[in-house]
């Protein structure tokens, strides 16, 4: 699904050079639910930007379901993105002066869709986040739990075969939390792959496998302590999913 | 997608209602002022007589005496009138006609209505089809009625209207400065501004002359002129001014050619002309003439008032420095949104989509300014027509600057919107998420 080989990404100020990833090597497979985590600094929210193309690499390859993407212009980055990848924030991102419907229908547009198939995937998706009754509701009017839900559901609308969620739990509290966990462990199940940052340990037990960076570089934690250089197998390790 | 960037610049002008009224009233006002003056200038700068000002052509010869000639300078800006006639009399163009302005005291006989002077025209029976001058009934004289001074005169419809009421006026008499004028025909409504046949008096702009008369009639009945003279030599007593051969300039004289041909075969014409005249005496400078078509003529003369250029100017700079406002009241308000811009690219828009929504937003900012500024530039022209200047009655909004109000207002918020939407467009996507 995602295949990263040798990526560096350096962000040059006028003071500084920072390297953010430094050769970073994993491959995420079909169907596995990966945590990312790692100190504060090492490169997470980096590693998830590139993956979610949304930043641009400063050397190395990086394959998105069998496309490499340093080739490709922004339009079709964008259209890529819009496609194949759902982003999960911490801070929701709900568009404020949208209601639920406008938001989720924000990349169905971008994707050219006739309005009644925009209209079922909404429908469709805000039913499976559990806010199919909450559609003319504006995010403001929703507790951190149910807007999480409702970006989410954003993020499934069109049908993504990749959910990238950078620490999605982070502003809930636990009972929440375990709410978004187990809507993202659903949709995992269902097939979407899921990369998620965290720092919460509970959450990354929970994932199939953990990647751990730090530094800029990333480690396989079931693997030991070893660098990942070469892609993992690691579909194998299976964590119970409450 | 046109319709979805619309109702996204919708909802960010509710978002921001200050900013966006800010900007709407700038355009408005820059727009408004501009396509007031624009008017203006359009209205007295306008072709007087479109499809043929190309083939009209006014003409002139130096007459004047050697003393204080310059080679090369332009001639006295009329004609003596027996160059006029001269020439008038050759028949070298398709058309040719002389004339005069003049004043004349019209007497109705009518108890209600006492006499009143109203503006006339002395002039040669091309006059009318040479100037595609329209007849609401009758016909114009005839080169017969010019040699024959015969007394006739054509007068417009609203002089036939109020002298007659509303029948028929052709046929009936006219009386002109006490002499019994037969009405041949009766002018439709006509109106070329500027009057370019003759831009010496201060009349150029407004009312047609209501009367016109052969000259040769004029010059019978010693009928009153008016507009510019220029004398040289011996200083005639005030009479011989107008006489045949008075050193005098005070004729305009125009003929029609219909092809570059006969253009250059009149400009021979008026050489041999002159040197015909050198030998007899009558030209002291060498061959000196000048042929201009009207549009030509109008620029040569400077008819566009001054002061309308400057005002349009300083109107267009004013518009200018509302676009600057606009561009960085854009840029705030763009960069202020950067954040959403951020969600929405990373929910798969593209760089391009991203400037394609903002330009539509900038786009109707315009529009509105547009309205607003249509209403600006009403009131504006409702002040110009206040103003005691000739043209100030014409100004008035027509079709075509109401589309073009519409079409400016729209153009400069596109351009003002350019560089904010190309910067609204190039945000860093990972950082303005970050800090969401
Ligand atoms: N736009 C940027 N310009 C310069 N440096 C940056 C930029 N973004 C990130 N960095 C630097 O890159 C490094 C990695 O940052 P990143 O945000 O990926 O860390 P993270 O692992 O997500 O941390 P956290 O757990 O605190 O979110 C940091 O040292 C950070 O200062
Ligand atoms: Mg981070």
Request: glycine fraction near 8%.
């Given at each position: 699904m995602l295949r990263m080989k040798d990526v560096s990404k350096v962000y ?5 050079e920072t390297h953010a990833l430094r050769e970073l090597s994993l491959e995420v497979r079909?169907?596995e639910?990966v945590a990312v985590t790692g100190p504060s600094g090492s490169g997470k929210t980096t590693f998830l930007n590139i993956a979610g193309l949304l930043e641009e690499l400063t050397s190395g390859t990086y394959t998105l379901?069998?496309?490499d993407v340093s ?91 990749l959910?990238l969620?950078d ?28 990369v998620i940052v ?11 496998r953990n990647i751990h960076v730090v530094a800029g570089i990333a480690a396989d934690l079931e693997r030991g302590p070893a660098l990942v250089r070469a892609p993992a197998?690691a ?8 | ?429 990972a ?6």
């Open positions: 040059r100020t006028e003071v500084i079909e169907g639910f379901d069998g496309v080739s490709l212009d922004d339009r079709a980055r964008s259209r890529l993105r819009n496609e194949k990848i759902g982003f999960v924030f911490q801070s929701f991102n709900l568009i404020p002066d949208l209601d639920l419907f406008a938001n989720v229908d924000v990349p169905l547009r971008y994707r050219g869709l006739s309005r009644t198939d925009r209209h079922r995937r909404i429908a469709s998706a805000l039913e499976r986040v559990g806010l199919g009754s909450r559609m003319k509701h504006f995010p403001a009017e929703l507790s951190g739990g149910q807007q999480q839900r409702a970006a989410i559901a954003r993020a499934i609308a069109g049908g993504p075969k959910l969620a620490e999605p739990t982070g502003n809930l509290d636990s009972a929440m939390a375990r709410e978004v966990m187990q809507l993202l462990e659903e949709l995992n199940a269902q097939g979407t792959v899921v965290t720092h919460d340990p509970e959450i990354a037990a929970r994932a199939q197998g579909a194998d390790h299976h964590q119970p999913t409450a | 997608m046109f319709v979805y960037y619309l109702e996204l610049a919708a909802r960010s002008f509710r978002r921001d209602r200050a900013l966006t009224a800010l900007m709407i009233v700038a355009i408005a006002f820059g727009v408004g002022a501009s396509m007031t003056m624009l008017t203006v200038l359009h209205v007295v700068s306008a072709d007087p007589i479109p499809g043929h000002s190309r083939d009209l052509y006014y003409i002139l010869v130096d007459s004047q005496r050697l003393d204080s000639y310059v080679p090369g300078e332009e001639p006295d800006f009329q004609s003596t009138r027996f160059d006029a006639e001269a020439i008038v009399r050759a028949r070298r163009a398709d058309r040719q006609a002389m004339m005069s302005g003049g004043n004349v005291a019209i007497e109705s006989g009518r108890p209600d209505l006492p006499p009143f002077f109203v503006s006339a025209r002395y002039t040669s029976a091309d006059f009318f089809p040479m100037f595609r001058a329209p007849f609401a009934a009758g016909a114009p004289w005839t080169a017969a009625e010019d040699d024959g001074s015969a007394r006739v005169a054509v007068i417009t419809r609203a002089l036939a209207g109020k002298l007659f009421g509303p029948g028929d006026a052709v046929g009936r008499a006219i009386r002109v400065d006490g002499h019994d004028l037969r009405i041949l025909g009766v002018l439709d409504a006509w109106q070329p501004n500027p009057h370019f046949w003759d831009v010496s008096s201060g009349r150029t702009y407004g009312e047609t002359e209501q009367v016109f008369v052969p000259f040769s009639t004029s010059r019978e009945l010693k009928l009153r002129p008016e507009g510019n003279m220029n004398c040289w030599g011996n200083e005639p007593g005030p009479n011989d001014n107008l006489a045949l051969d008075a050193p005098c300039t005070w004729i305009q004289l125009w003929v029609e050619l219909d092809s570059p041909d006969k253009v250059a075969a009149f400009h021979d014409f008026l050489i041999s002309y002159s040197e015909e005249q050198r030998r007899a005496g009558r030209f002291q400078r060498p061959p000196n003439v000048r042929m201009r078509d009207v549009l030509e003529w109008l620029d040569f003369r400077q008819v566009v008032p001054r002061d309308v250029r400057l005002q349009t100017w300083v109107a267009l700079g004013f518009l200018l420095v509302c676009l600057i406002n606009t561009v960085g009241l854009l840029l705030t308000k763009f960069l202020r949104g950067s954040p959403l811009l951020g969600v929405r690219r990373a929910l798969g828009a593209s760089k391009r989509s991203i400037f394609a929504q903002l330009l539509v937003e900038s786009g109707a900012i315009g529009f509105a300014g547009g309205i607003l500024g249509l209403g600006v530039a009403w009131l504006g022209l409702f002040a110009v027509r206040h103003q005691p200047t000739p043209y100030a009655q014409l100004a008035h909004l027509d079709l075509p600057m109401l589309g073009a109000t519409f079409g400016l207002a729209i153009a400069a918020s596109l351009l003002a919107g350019l560089l904010p939407a190309w910067r609204g467009s190039q945000i860093s996507v950082s303005q998420l970050k800090s969401h």
